[in-house]
Nanobody, 121 residues
Framework: QVQLVESGGGLVQTGGSLRLSCAAS????????ITWFRQALGKEREFVAG?????NYADSVKGRFTISRDNAKNTVYLQMNSLKPEDTAVYYC?????????????????WGQGTQVTVSS
């Protein structure tokens, strides 16, 4: 099991940037696929970006968001640039022991508590 803690959310204007962090505990972190999901008020949880043996992005964030990991720090980052009001959501990181990104949230067992991102217009 991997424990995850997100940070870095906040309020930003349209066009601004934020960097989210997902800090993990557990010796097997480097062999886990780590994925960011988000959930806007009243909407389904949706895939944002994942990192495993490759990188995966939702079409809605491709070219604006970048996912990366630092295994020495047990941390995954989500750099978010050119933010839009429709990016407003609670952002969660999730881990799975299979080193392949899945875009389905039900494939993940370990979740962080979430961090709020609000983009004002």
């Amino acid at each position: 099991q991997v424990q995850l803690v997100e940070s870095g959310g906040g309020l930003v204007q349209t066009g601004g940037s934020l960097r989210l962090s997902c800090a993990a505990s557990g010796r097997t972190f480097s062999t886990h696929a780590i994925t960011w999901f988000r959930q806007a008020l009243g909407k389904e949880r949706e895939f944002v970006a994942g990192i495993s043996y490759n990188l995966n992005y939702a079409d809605s964030v491709k070219g604006r968001f970048t996912i990366s990991r630092d295994n020495a720090k047990n941390t995954v980052y989500l750099q978010m640039n050119s933010l839009k009001p429709e990016d407003t959501a609670v952002y969660y990181c999730a881990a799975r022991a299979i080193y392949i990104t899945s875009r389905s949230w039900s494939e993940y067992n370990d979740w962080g508590q979430g961090t709020q991102v609000t983009v004002s217009s």
